[in-house]
């Protein structure tokens, strides 16, 4: 039973290997570790907490040291390895010398940087290696949220809190002070400004109380989440069910007794499915992309039951999320939507800031075309304990969206979205993460 709980968690870490909105996908490898198959010469081609095999194809053995008892060749013994930055498998003890973090090596000078990790880095005016760019294509090799420079440097782009919190909750946008950083975000011609490290770290809101049950909960989690709804109405086929597998980067702060639950969502990722989960052909589904996902303002939950020790078998519930997404509205948890009918789409807002109404997810396969909607969905989570390091639970959710616009007219149609009627289907699991 401990084997099966541990191969379970498995596969949700290692889909985490920082505490920001990176994701390291990839399909097993015969060794027993990850290998993300995208041709590379050197660490760095691969992005964070992947190494270059030997194979020269990027690849990850583990993210968290627990995981590096799997390549043993009995895993129940002592576990004499740990896991280095770029996901090796390494003695306890030892260094990865291969492995840096380009964006926290100190310099003073480009040959150190071009010694270190090649010609297209130099050593950038905060005093750390920097990659040289021409477009902001070139930063992607470092990571999401990286752009370029006026100055053909990458750099951490922003013009609100919200771009830097998918680097970890320990980052602000650094924004002349009395900036407004969301309205800035929406201005015809915003500030633009690099996102810097808190001083003193994570943000917990100044409430923390060790000697409160709460207190051990605080930290920040990789949350994934699953809601499962039918959608009726939609073209070529009258109904479809569809899990939005969700990836959700969690703060969870103590409030005196309480617990607030800060939610920034990293990618969300719609799948289709036949109810007896029997193979079929899937003729059309809709992408998320990551303008939309990264225009998601954090969300708050709050506890609503006396916050339990934090041990295997405590529960806890939460108070419901309202939530509207490309609308602005009076009343969020009971004003109408706009629609696609509605006179001048009144209340419609361009949350993801792309110039078309509400937000903009694109439709793939026989049907190809960009949709506007705006949506309002609500949750309550369900907490269990797994042990101090794993929550799960089932989900309680609605959601109702609306059609506003889409880049082919005979595309705008209207749905109903209800609860998928098997309630295991939503659920989400949480893992503790580095600060």
């Excluded at 021409?134 to 782009?157: A, I, M, N, P, T």
């Excluded at 969301?182 to 500030?191: G, H, L, S, T, W």
Aim: aromatic share 8%; proline share 4%; hydrophobic share 35%.
């Amino acid at each position: 039973m401990m084997m099966q709980r541990r191969v379970l968690w498995l596969a949700l870490g290692i889909l985490w290997a920082v505490s920001g909105c990176s994701r390291l996908d990839g399909m097993a490898a015969g060794d027993g570790g990850i290998a993300a198959g995208q041709p590379c010469v050197a660490d760095l081609d691969c992005g964070s907490g992947r190494y270059c095999g030997e194979d020269k194809v990027c690849a990850l053995d583990c993210v968290t040291r627990k995981d590096c008892a799997f390549l043993l060749e009995d895993p129940s013994q002592s576990n004499t390895m740990d896991c280095s930055p770029c996901g090796r498998c390494i003695e306890e003890g030892a260094i990865d010398d291969s492995c840096v973090v380009v964006t926290e090596v100190e310099c003073t000078g480009n040959e150190e940087c071009r010694q270190a990790f090649g010609e297209k880095y130099v050593c950038g005016p905060g005093g750390s290696c920097v990659r040289t760019c021409k477009q902001d294509l070139h930063c992607k090799e470092v990571g999401r949220g990286w752009y370029c420079s006026d100055d053909q440097l990458c750099f951490r782009r922003c013009t609100h809190d919200l771009d830097c919190i998918l680097h970890g909750w320990h980052w602000f946008c650094d924004l002349p002070p009395g900036t407004d950083g969301d309205a800035n975000a929406y201005a015809e011609d915003p500030v633009v400004s690099e996102c810097a490290k808190r001083e003193d770290g994570v943000n917990w809101g100044g409430k923390a109380d060790p000697s409160k049950p709460a207190h051990a909960w605080q930290g920040v989690w990789g949350m994934m989440l699953n809601t499962a709804v039918r959608t009726i109405g939609l073209p070529l086929i009258n109904q479809q069910d569809t899990v939005s597998n969700q990836y959700i980067l969690m703060k969870l702060a103590q409030d005196g007794e309480d617990l607030v639950f800060n939610l920034k969502w990293c990618s969300i990722d719609l799948k289709n499915f036949k109810e007896d989960d029997s193979p079929f052909d899937d003729v059309a589904w809709i992408i998320t992309p990551d303008l939309y996902v990264d225009h998601i303002f954090i969300q708050d939950l709050r506890s609503v039951v006396a916050v339990p020790a934090l041990q295997a078998g405590a529960t806890l519930r939460t108070d419901k999320l309202v939530e509207v997404r490309g609308a602005k509205l009076m009343n969020p948890e009971t004003d109408e939507l706009p629609n696609w009918d509605t006179p001048n789409l009144e209340g419609q807002w361009d949350q993801d800031n792309d110039g078309h109404p509400g937000m903009t997810n694109f439709m793939s396969g026989v049907i190809t075309a960009e949709i506007y909607n705006a949506q309002r969905w609500t949750l309550i989570m369900n907490v269990n304990a797994v042990d101090d390091e794993h929550i799960q639970g089932l989900v309680e959710h609605t959601s109702k969206q609306n059609v506003l616009g889409a880049s082919d007219p005979s595309y705008v149609y209207d749905t109903t979205s209800i609860p998928h009627k098997q309630a295991d289907r939503s659920f989400f699991k949480a893992v503790r993460m580095a600060d």
